[in-house]
């Protein structure tokens, strides 16, 4: 399973914690948090609240904008500067 392979721990500790044989250790509840920092840590210890955190999602979706912001200033500095070579050339063949 890939949950498990994330947190470095085996299927069969897996099944037992998911089966309720076993109880989740402190070490592995940090390990949930850190690996899915978007999980609220009041709805996984205390089943309050939301299960995920918005402030994190939020977080996400501006770095997402930006990088994508970036990558049209990107393009369109290279399509001015193809056009402005473009019209050099064109002034050059008149």
Known sequence: MEF???LKISNAVLSHISSG??????ELVLAILKEFPELSADWLLLGQGEMIRKD????????LLLNEL????NAHAATSDRLSKLENE???LK
């Not at 994190?56 to 770095?63: R, Y």
């Open 4 to 6: 498990a392979e994330r």
């Open 21 to 26: 044989r076993n109880k989740a250790s402190t």
């Open 56 to 63: 994190v999602i939020a977080s996400k979706t501006i770095d």
């Open 70 to 73: 970036q990558s049209v200033k």
């Open 90 to 92: 064109i002034i050059k």
